[in-house]
Every structure is written in structure tokens, then in C-alpha cells.
């Protein structure tokens, strides 16, 4: 008999496992997404930076699976005729008091085994990025950008060719593990599995609630706005322009960014959406209140358009405010622990035949199908 196997959420992280379990296993895997088109969410509102592994913790998951996750991707775009670019990444240190976490950041991506990592000088890194400024700077050549909705499409339309469907508009209401099966509720209709995945970004702790497994971590929404170059000052930024980021956060700060459509994007700023009803769970307070001098609401870069040009400018000196226009954002789904901390890797738990990602943020986008590989190798195949 097949194997059934139900995965929430039609993300790039859930689609990609949907394919990966059809795909090495032969399961008939049915994907419930509550919108009514696939990446609606993160998936389709983030920077499109396939990361190269310069960041991670060495040996985290982050770390492994994003190596593994950009040359799976790299490879998947150009069997599947998508865009993928290598534009290359500079991360400038604008100040010499950043001099040593750029270069621990260095060591960092070496230890991470990031190919073609170099550390520049001022006038080097001009070569790279002739309208930025910097006192230093380390190049990623291969850090690329990518076109993540798109990849997802594909994604499903691969589920669908390997016997598996897409159900859209199928958001799920209500879970139960019997002996037999794991039993998903959509509206009056019941779908019966051997196995169920859950990959359901900011739903994620609505589906862990309705698995009888709310656990130890809480997914907080973090807004991240960004705003466009217009016109010729498109042409200030060849790639990828970051800032050294802040340890403190796991964001990598509001950066240059040129998308596959040619747009070049200036952010994300990440301000902390509305925790009302998370304020009942002492992580979310504790959270709160460690950050309460930068203010509840804007935790890590400001929501004014002011800062957005500071931020760009000290970069990239010839932007000026008229440059900016705002455009789309996203909403980032990061987990908090119950001491208030935020959960830096990615996190898989299993429970009896459902298994739950709690936590995907950046770079699961890039990681995507080397998460799915690792999901497909801890879901244990079912003993018929
Ligand atoms: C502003 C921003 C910038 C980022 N930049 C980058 C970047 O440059 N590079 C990178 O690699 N990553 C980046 N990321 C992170 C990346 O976008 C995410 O890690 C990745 O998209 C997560 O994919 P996902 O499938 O887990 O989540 P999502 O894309 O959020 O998908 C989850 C899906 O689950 C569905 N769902 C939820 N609950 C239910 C339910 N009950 N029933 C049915 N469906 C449900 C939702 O509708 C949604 O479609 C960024 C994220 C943001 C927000």
C-alpha cells in the first residue's frame, strides 16, 4: 500500500518536503495550504538572497543545511530553466570599531567552508561595489540571488507530476493522532494520513496547538519593511550590500539588496508585529521586556524613512531620500524560547506520526531543499 503523507503549508519549505517525501519514498503526499496560491507568505515577501553560510553557528543545522541548501538550489534553477544569479555579496564594516566582528565574521564563513570568501580594504571593495564606502569589507562572490516564489511553483508543480496535489484554499482546522492514521479536519472534510509534516510559518503554533503539542518555543511575527531604489539610483548597487550585523539579533540588519526583476531593495528593518495575545506566554513577556529600551514595537532598525536612508547612505553615500519609495514587506515567523530568548537554528520535533518545523526563519528560503532532505530522513518510513 502507499504511503499517505499530508504536509501543511505551501511554502517553499513545505513544498519542498512534499516533493522530497514523493520523490525518495513513493509516499502519495497531498499539500494543504490555507491561501488560495502557493508562498503567499514569507516565501513570496523576502529578500531573495540565497545565502552562501557565512553567519551560522559552525555545525548548526543553519549552517550545514544552507551550504547543502544553496548548491541544491543552485542546481534545481538551472535543471528547471529559473533565475539564479550570482551577484555576490560585500559585508562592509563602515567604522573602524567594526573591524573585529567583520573579521570574526570572516573566520566565521571560512570555518562554514564558504567558498571565495575574501576580506578587502577600502579601496578594494570599491572594485566590487564602485558607489560604496567602507573602511573593510569581506566579499562572497557566490551568494547569489534567486527568484523564491517561482521556485516554489515549480516545487508544486513536481508534487503534482509525482502523483501528489496542492490543495489551496485548504486551510487546516483541527488535528488527531488515532492508532491507525493522523486524522486533519478542513472545514467538514477529512483527510487521513500515514504521516503529517508541518511546515506552516507564522500557523505554526495554531497547528502544534491542534497536534496536542504546543511545546517549549512560540512563534513571534516580526514585520520587515523595505523600501526601492527608483530610477537611475538602481545602478549605485551591482549586488548585495550588508551591514556587519548586530550578535545580538538574528537579523542580518537593513541591507542593499538587487532582486532578480532588477529592483534593488533597501531593508528589512524587523519591528515586532502584534504580541497581545502572545503577552499570556512568559517568553513573549520576557522577550518584552529585555528589549523595552529600543521599544516594544521596533526592535531592530526604525520604521521611519529616515533611517532607511542613514541606512542605506552609510553605504552607498549618492542615495538620497527622493531615491527611496516604499514597497511591499514581509513578516518574518521567528520562535522565542519560554526565557525570552530567540531560537537561532532551525528546529524539527517529531511527535508519534506528525512531525513539526518550529522554526524556519532566514535562510530557510535558501535552505529549502536540503531541510527537506534532512525532514525526509528523520520522519521514519512506515513499518508495514
Ligand atoms: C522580510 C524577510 C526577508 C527574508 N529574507 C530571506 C532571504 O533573503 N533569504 C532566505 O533564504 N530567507 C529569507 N527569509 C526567510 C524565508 O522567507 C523563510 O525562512 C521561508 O520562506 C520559510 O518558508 P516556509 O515555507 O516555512 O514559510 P511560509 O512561506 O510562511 O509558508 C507557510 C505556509 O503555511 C500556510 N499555513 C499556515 N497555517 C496553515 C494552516 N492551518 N492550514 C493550511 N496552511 C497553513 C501559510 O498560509 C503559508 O503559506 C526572509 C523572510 C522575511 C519575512
Not at 15 to 25: F, P
Not at 107 to 131: K, T, W
Not at 300 to 327: E, N, Q, W
Amino acid at each position: 500500500m502507499t504511503e499517505r503523507i499530508g504536509v501543511i503549508g505551501a511554502g517553499i519549505v513545505g513544498l519542498a518536503v512534499a516533493r522530497e517525501l514523493a520523490r525518495t519514498r513513493g509516499a502519495e503526499v497531498i499539500v494543504l495550504e490555507g491561501e488560495n496560491r502557493v508562498a503567499a507568505h514569507q516565501t513570496g515577501h523576502n529578500s531573495g538572497v540565497v545565502h552562501a553560510g557565512i553567519y551560522y553557528q559552525p555545525g548548526s543545522l543553519k549552517a550545514t543545511l544552507c551550504r547543502e541548501g544553496m548548491a541544491l538550489l543552485r542546481e534545481y534553477c538551472a535543471e528547471h530553466g529559473l533565475p539564479y544569479e550570482e551577484v555576490g555579496k560585500l559585508v562592509v564594516a563602515s567604522t573602524a570599531a567594526e573591524r573585529p566582528a567583520l573579521r570574526a565574521l570572516a573566520e566565521r564563513a571560512r570555518a562554514n567552508g564558504v567558498p571565495g570568501i575574501a576580506e578587502l580594504d577600502a579601496l578594494a571593495l570599491r572594485e566590487v561595489e564602485p558607489h560604496a564606502v567602507g573602511v573593510a569589507a569581506v566579499h562572497s562572490p557566490h551568494t547569489a540571488i534567486a527568484d523564491f516564489p517561482a521556485v516554489a511553483r515549480r516545487l508544486a508543480r513536481d508534487v503534482a507530476e509525482l502523483g501528489g496535489s496542492v490543495r489551496l484554499a485548504h486551510p487546516v482546522k483541527a488535528i488527531r493522532e488515532t492508532a491507525s492514521a493522523v486524522e486533519v479536519l478542513v472545514g467538514r472534510r477529512k483527510f487521513a494520513f500515514d504521516r503529517l509534516v508541518a511546515c506552516a510559518g507564522l500557523g505554526t503554533d495554531a497547528v502544534a496547538k491542534m497536534a496536542g503539542q504546543p511545546g517549549e518555543v512560540r512563534i513571534v511575527p516580526f514585520k520587515g519593511e523595505y523600501y526601492a531604489l527608483a530610477g537611475s539610483a538602481k545602478d549605485l548597487v551591482r549586488g548585495l550590500i550588508y551591514p556587519v550585523p548586530d550578535p545580538r539579533y538574528p537579523f542580518l540588519g537593513v541591507h542593499l539588496t538587487r532582486r532578480i526583476d532588477g529592483e534593488v531593495l533597501v531593508g528589512p528593518n524587523a519591528v515586532l508585529g502584534d504580541v497581545r495575545a502572545l503577552l499570556t506566554w512568559e517568553g513573549t513577556r520576557r522577550l518584552a521586556r529585555r528589549h523595552w529600551r529600543t521599544g516594544l514595537r521596533e526592535l531592530y532598525g526604525s520604521a521611519v524613512k529616515g533611517a532607511f536612508v542613514r541606512a542605506a547612505r552609510r553605504y552607498v553615500p549618492a542615495i538620497t531620500a527622493a531615491d527611496l519609495a516604499p514597497t511591499e514587506g514581509g513578516v518574518r515567523a521567528q520562535a522565542v524560547s519560554r526565557d525570552g530568548g530567540m531560537v537561532d537554528d532551525f528546529v524539527v520535533d517529531l511527535h508519534g506520526r506528525i512531525a513539526l518545523v518550529r522554526n524556519a526563519p532566514s535562510p530557510a528560503a535558501t535552505s529549502s531543499l536540503a531541510i527537506a532532505r534532512h525532514i525526509a530522513g528523520i520522519v521514519p518510513a512506515l513499518a508495514r
